[in-house]
C-alpha cells in the first residue's frame, strides 16, 4: 500500500481580512451586487520603500442536509455550493454530523452507522466556483449531513487605485485504470508547474458509492495529488480533479507594473492517534491551525488502517480545520493530517 509522502437555513461565512467573521442568511446574499467581503481598507500614500500588500479575500459557504432512510428519500442527492461570481473553490468538503437509530422490516433495532453514509462525487465543476456533491444514506434512520466549500476571491482588494487578478487553472486528470469494486489508490501525477501549489482535489466516481479514506498532497517536486478509497461497485468513469493556483498575480490594473506573491504553505505534516469511539455516533476530532495572518484553504488526510478507522469528514472554521474520524479499537490508530494556509495578504510588490 502506498504512504503519504512526508514532511444556517443555508449560510455563507465571510471572513474579514484578518481573523473575525461573520455570517449571512442565504436570502440576504442573493440581494447583494457587490462581493462578500469587507470594503477594501483606504491607505495612504506610501513611501517607495513601503510595503504596499492587497488583501485578499477568503471565506466559506455552507450548507445543512437531512437524508431519510427509506427509499426512495435515501438516493443520491445533488447538492452544488456555490463561490461568489469570479471567485475561486478551493476545497470541498462533508462532515457526517449524525445517523438515528431505526427498526428494520421485522421490527428488530438498527444502529446508525455513519460510514453507511456514501459519497459518489465531490469536486468543483469547469467554471471553477462550483463544487458539486452527490451522496446517498444506505441507513434506516435520517442521517444529518453538513456540506462545506472554501473560496478565495478572484481579485485582491483594490489598493493604491489598482487591484490583481488571481489566477487558477482546472484539470481533469483522466479515467482511473483501476475501477473495479475494493480499495485502490490513484495518483494524479500530472504535475502542478513550478510557481503553482494544488487546490481543489475532487473525485467523481459515477454511480458507484465510495468510501474515502485518503487524499494527500504530493508537497515535493514533481507534485501530484494522492487519493485511497474503496468502491462497492465498478466505476469505470472515475474521474479525480485537481487545480493550480498560480502564486503570482497578474500585473497591476493601472499604475506601474508589478506583481505580488500569493504567499501560501502547508503546515507541517500530523500524524496523530484517533481515540476508541465507543459507539457509531461517538465522532473524535483531530484539528490543525493557520498562524493569526493566514486562513486553511484546502485539506489533507492519509488513515493509516481504514478497516479500524473510519472518516468522517472535515469542517472548516476556517482558520483552523478540524478533521473527524471514528475509530472501532482495533489495528493501527494513527492518521496523518496537513493544512494549506493562506496568508490574509500578498506579499510585497515584485516584478
Not at 466556483?129 to 446517498?136: G, L, N, P, V, Y
Not at 480533479?241 to 507541517?268: E, F, I, M, N
Request: proline share 5%; net charge negative; aromatic share 12%.
Amino acid at each position: 500500500m502506498l504512504t503519504p509522502y512526508f514532511l444556517s437555513r443555508k449560510e455563507i461565512v465571510v471572513m474579514t481580512v484578518h481573523t473575525r467573521y461573520r455570517t449571512l442568511a442565504a436570502a440576504a446574499a442573493a440581494a447583494l451586487v457587490a462581493p462578500l467581503v469587507l470594503v477594501a481598507s483606504t491607505m495612504a500614500p506610501a513611501d517607495a520603500g513601503s510595503a504596499r500588500p492587497h488583501d485578499l479575500r477568503m471565506y466559506k459557504v455552507e450548507k445543512y442536509v437531512a437524508l431519510d432512510g427509506e427509499y426512495p428519500d435515501n438516493q443520491s442527492n445533488d447538492v452544488v455550493l456555490k463561490c461568489n461570481d469570479n471567485d475561486y473553490v478551493m476545497d470541498g468538503m462533508w462532515k457526517i454530523d449524525k445517523v438515528d437509530d431505526d427498526t428494520d422490516d421485522w421490527g428488530d433495532p438498527v444502529v446508525g452507522d455513519p460510514k453507511q453514509v456514501r459519497f459518489y462525487a465531490s469536486y468543483s465543476d469547469s467554471n471553477k466556483r462550483d463544487w458539486h456533491f452527490r451522496f446517498m444514506n444506505d441507513n434506516y434512520g435520517r442521517a444529518q449531513v453538513k456540506l462545506w466549500i472554501t473560496c478565495l476571491g478572484g481579485k485582491t482588494e483594490q489598493a493604491y487605485n489598482h487591484t490583481h487578478d488571481i489566477t487558477i487553472t482546472r484539470y481533469v486528470s483522466g479515467v482511473q485504470p483501476q475501477t473495479q469494486a475494493g480499495s485502490h489508490n490513484y495518483s494524479w501525477a500530472g504535475s502542478c508547474p513550478d510557481g503553482t501549489v494544488e487546490v481543489a482535489p475532487g473525485f467523481d466516481f459515477g454511480t458507484a458509492t465510495a468510501y474515502l479514506w485518503g487524499s494527500w498532497p504530493e508537497q515535493a517536486t514533481p507534485h501530484a495529488w494522492q487519493w485511497w478509497y474503496d468502491l462497492d461497485a465498478d466505476a469505470p468513469n472515475a474521474q479525480f480533479y485537481v487545480s493550480c493556483l498560480t502564486q503570482k498575480t497578474s500585473g497591476a490594473s493601472s499604475g506601474p507594473a508589478h506583481r505580488h506573491d500569493v504567499q501560501y504553505r502547508w503546515t507541517p505534516n500530523k500524524t496523530a492517534g484517533v481515540l476508541r469511539s465507543t459507539s457509531h455516533s461517538k465522532q473524535a476530532d483531530e484539528q490543525l491551525s493557520c498562524d493569526d495572518h493566514s486562513k486553511g484553504l484546502v485539506g489533507g488526510f492519509y488513515i493509516q488502517d481504514h478497516a479500524h478507522v473510519w472518516y468522517l469528514g472535515q469542517e472548516p472554521r476556517i482558520k483552523t480545520r478540524v478533521f473527524w474520524f471514528g475509530n472501532d479499537g482495533g489495528g493501527n490508530d494513527k492518521v496523518q493530517l496537513t493544512l494549506l494556509c493562506v496568508n490574509d495578504r500578498t506579499s510585497r510588490q515584485k516584478l
